[in-house]
């Protein structure tokens, strides 16, 4: 189990996304279309409101599932693309069904984090964090009236405050400080958005996350 476990987070780590092809995994490396990068890079084009890159996430994580039923991380891939599929649907019973489903899929990839989970390196963090970071991210973003905002929000600050988070480097978890900075200014929570871009400018003054998070936070009072 640890040597399929290891074998999926290298393929998870460096394969690009092509095409599903049934329900077999059919990743092919080509230059055909700049949106297909490693499945962690496609996903971040979907969630700034890439609908191609959203649909490519998802037929990769369900091929994956089918291989992988029990992985927390693909879960909460999984929750987490059915709310960006919810986002982007046009009709609103859909959108009810695909969020709920991202819900249920989050609460079960929360469930499932282990220590080993914390000891697994994905993306230059850890599965454990990134299974939090997903869910935290999703959470926060999904309409008010699935209630789900401030449950993200308490998640997302336990995050930002935990030890083991401090402990990696600045680039890879970057994502994770700028869409707390955001979260923030969403939930009005501006005192968070002033520290934590702060937080980022003492650790990276001139990455461009830093830069867009002090933009966005330059009309807080100091």
């Known amino acids: 189990?640890?040597?399929?476990?290891?074998?999926?987070?290298?393929?998870?780590?460096?394969?690009?996304?092509?095409?599903?092809?049934?329900?077999?995994?059919?990743?092919?490396?080509?230059?055909?279309?700049?949106?297909?990068?490693?499945?962690?890079?496609?996903?971040?084009?979907?969630?700034?409101?890439?609908?191609?890159?959203?649909?490519?996430?998802?037929?990769?994580?369900?091929?994956?599932?089918?291989?992988?039923?029990?992985?927390?991380?693909?879960?909460?891939?999984?929750?987490?693309?059915?709310?960006?599929?919810?986002?982007?649907?046009?009709?609103?019973?859909?959108?009810?069904?695909?969020?709920?489903?991202?819900?249920?899929?989050?609460?079960?990839?929360l469930s499932r984090i282990s220590k080993r989970s914390y000891s697994t390196p994905y993306y230059g963090l850890d599965e454990g964090i990134y299974i939090q970071s997903l869910a935290a991210m999703t959470f926060i973003n999904m309409p008010p009236y699935f209630h789900q905002s401030s449950r993200g929000y308490a998640l997302l600050k336990d995050i930002m405050s935990s030890e083991s988070f401090q402990y990696y480097p600045f680039a890879p978890r970057a994502w994770i400080h700028f869409g707390a900075v955001q979260a923030a200014l969403e939930m009005n929570k501006t005192a968070d958005a002033s520290h934590w871009a702060q937080e980022m400018f003492q650790l990276a003054p001139t990455h461009p996350m830093t830069i867009e998070a002090l933009r966005i936070t330059r009309h807080i009072a100091r």
């Open 1 to 109: 189990m640890i040597c399929a476990s290891r074998s999926l987070y290298s393929l998870l780590a460096s394969v690009v996304i092509i095409g599903i092809i049934g329900y077999s995994l059919q990743f092919t490396k080509v230059n055909a279309d700049p949106l297909t990068e490693s499945l962690q890079d496609t996903y971040m084009v979907a969630v700034e409101g890439n609908r191609k890159a959203s649909e490519q996430v998802l037929k990769a994580v369900e091929s994956l599932l089918h291989q992988y039923p029990d992985d927390p991380l693909l879960t909460a891939y999984y929750g987490s693309a059915m709310a960006l599929k919810a986002r982007d649907t046009w009709l609103p019973w859909h959108r009810t069904d695909f969020t709920q489903q991202g819900i249920e899929n989050l609460n079960k990839a």
